[in-house]
C-alpha cells in the first residue's frame, strides 16, 4: 500500500473551528484499484466452476462467447453496456422514488454533471464503468433507511437482468446467432458482477463498491457519518446558501470528521469559504493550507481544484503574487469548472503574471457566468470585486523567484 505520513503542528487558538491534528497514516486513495483482485478471482473461480461442474441447464445459461468471432465479441460489449446500464438504473430508479436530487452520471469516459441547473458534459480516462450521482434532499431520520435503498437498487436490478436474461435464452431460437450470444454474456456478466458486488472491497480501494458502502451504512460507520456530512453540505450548495450562513454545527462535524482524503478535503473547503465570508481570515489561511495538505493524496481533479482556490486566496487576501503565480504554473486552468471559478482563477492567475487587460477581461466573463438570484453569488460578486480592485491598482508585474 502507497501510505504516507502528515504531521501537523498545534493549531493557533484563533483558529476556529480549531484544526485537529493531521497525524497518522493515510492512504494513498487515488492510487489504488477500483476493484480488488482476490474478489475478481474469486469472482471467476465460481464461474469456472459452475461452467465445469455445474448442471447441463448452468452450462447452457453459461455458454462461452468467444467462439463466434466478430459477431460474438459485438455481442459480449453490447451486453456489458447493457449490463452497466441497467445496474444504474437500479440506482437510478430507487433514487428517483425516494426524493433524491441527480446531480450527474458517468458511462465510460462520458460524465454529465449538473451545477445550479446547468448540465455540462465532461470526459475522462475511464472506459469500462458508470455511476450515478445522487444525494437525498433531505438529512432526517429516514437519511440512512433511504441511502440503503439506493444502494442496493443496483445490485438488485444486475440480479433481475440475470434472471430476465437467462430467461430469454433459453427461449431464444438457435438460429437467432447474435441474440444467444448476447443473452449468454449478459447472464455471464450480470451473475460476475452480482457474485463480485456481494464482498465488501478493501477500504482502500479508490471507489467502494455497493457491498462496501451498505456495510457502512448498516452500521453506521465513521464513512457513513462523513457522507452525510457530504450530503448537508451539497444541499446547501444546491440552494445556493451563502458560506457565512451556514449553520455553525455542520461546520464544527466537517472540522472533528475523519476518513477518506477526498471527503475531508470537501469539508476543509467548505471551512475555508464559511470563514472567509465571516472576515476571518486567519482561520481561513489556516484551513486552506489543510485543504492543500489533503490535496496531495486525491486524484489530480481534486488537486488542481485545491490549488487553483488557494491560489486564488493568495492573490485577493494574502497579497503574494510570487506564491499564486507558482500554483497556477501547476495547474490545467482549462479544466476547471464551473465556468464562473474557471474565469476566477484565469483572472488571479492573469493578475499574478501582470497582465491587467486580459485579468479585467476574465473578471468580466466570471460575473457573466454566474447564474442570478441565488444568495452564494454575492460571496462569489464580493470575491470578483476584490480581484478588480487589485487589478486596477497593480500597475506592474512582479518577478517570480524561481523555487
Not at 493515510?26 to 482476490?38: E, L
Not at 444486475?158 to 438457435?174: E, H, N, R
Amino acid at each position: 500500500m502507497d501510505d504516507k505520513t502528515v504531521v501537523d503542528c498545534p493549531s493557533a487558538p484563533a483558529i476556529n473551528p480549531p484544526l485537529p491534528p493531521l497525524i497518522g497514516r493515510i492512504a494513498g486513495s487515488s492510487r489504488q484499484p477500483g476493484i480488488s483482485w482476490n474478489l475478481f478471482a474469486a469472482a471467476l473461480g465460481i464461474g469456472f466452476g459452475l461452467k465445469l461442474l455445474g448442471p447441463a441447464w448452468v452450462q447452457i445459461l453459461l455458454r462461452a462467447t468467444a467462439g463466434g468471432g466478430a459477431e460474438a465479441l459485438g455481442a459480449l460489449f453490447a451486453a456489458l453496456v447493457a449490463a452497466i446500464l441497467l445496474h444504474e438504473a437500479g440506482h437510478l430508479a430507487a433514487a428517483a422514488l425516494l426524493d433524491f436530487d441527480l446531480l450527474g452520471g458517468s458511462l465510460g469516459p462520458f460524465r454529465a454533471i449538473r451545477l445550479h441547473g446547468r448540465w455540462s458534459l465532461q470526459f475522462s480516462g475511464a472506459l469500462l464503468s458508470g455511476s450515478v450521482i445522487a444525494i437525498p434532499r433531505r438529512g432526517d431520520s429516514t437519511w440512512r433507511p433511504r441511502m440503503l435503498a439506493v444502494v442496493a437498487g443496483g445490485p438488485l436490478m444486475t440480479f433481475l437482468t440475470g434472471i430476465f436474461a437467462a430467461l430469454l435464452l433459453l427461449q431464444t431460437d438457435a438460429r437467432h446467432a447474435w441474440l444467444i450470444h448476447f443473452y449468454s454474456a449478459l447472464v455471464e456478466l450480470n451473475f460476475f458482477l452480482f457474485v463480485l458486488g456481494l464482498f465488501p472491497n478493501a477500504a482502500s480501494s479508490r471507489a467502494r463498491n455497493d457491498a462496501s458502502l451498505f456495510y457502512a451504512l448498516l452500521h453506521n460507520t465513521s464513512e457513513a457519518r462523513q457522507i452525510l456530512l457530504y450530503h448537508l453540505v451539497t444541499q446547501l450548495q444546491i440552494a445556493g446558501v451563502r458560506p457565512r450562513d451556514y449553520p455553525e454545527s455542520i461546520v464544527r462535524k466537517l472540522a472533528e470528521a475523519r476518513g477518506k482524503p477526498e471527503m475531508c478535503l470537501v469539508s476543509a473547503n467548505a471551512i475555508v469559504l464559511w470563514a472567509l465570508d465571516r472576515g476571518d481570515l486567519a482561520s481561513a489561511d489556516a484551513w486552506d493550507k489543510r485543504a492543500m495538505d489533503l490535496s496531495d493524496f486525491c486524484d489530480p481533479k481534486l488537486q488542481a481544484h485545491a490549488t487553483a482556490a488557494s491560489a486564488c486566496l493568495d492573490v485577493i487576501f494574502r497579497n503574494n503574487l510570487r506564491a499564486a503565480a507558482h500554483k497556477f504554473a501547476e495547474i490545467p486552468l482549462d479544466l476547471l469548472s464551473p465556468a464562473w471559478l474557471r474565469h476566477r482563477a484565469r483572472a488571479a492567475q492573469r493578475i499574478s503574471a501582470g497582465k491587467i487587460p486580459e485579468a479585467l477581461a476574465e473578471i468580466a466573463r466570471a460575473r457573466y457566468s454566474l447564474p442570478n438570484r441565488l444568495p452564494y453569488y454575492e460571496f462569489e460578486n464580493m470575491l470578483l470585486a476584490r480581484l478588480h480592485r487589485i487589478a486596477v491598482t497593480t500597475q506592474h508585474p512582479l518577478p517570480v523567484a524561481s523555487l
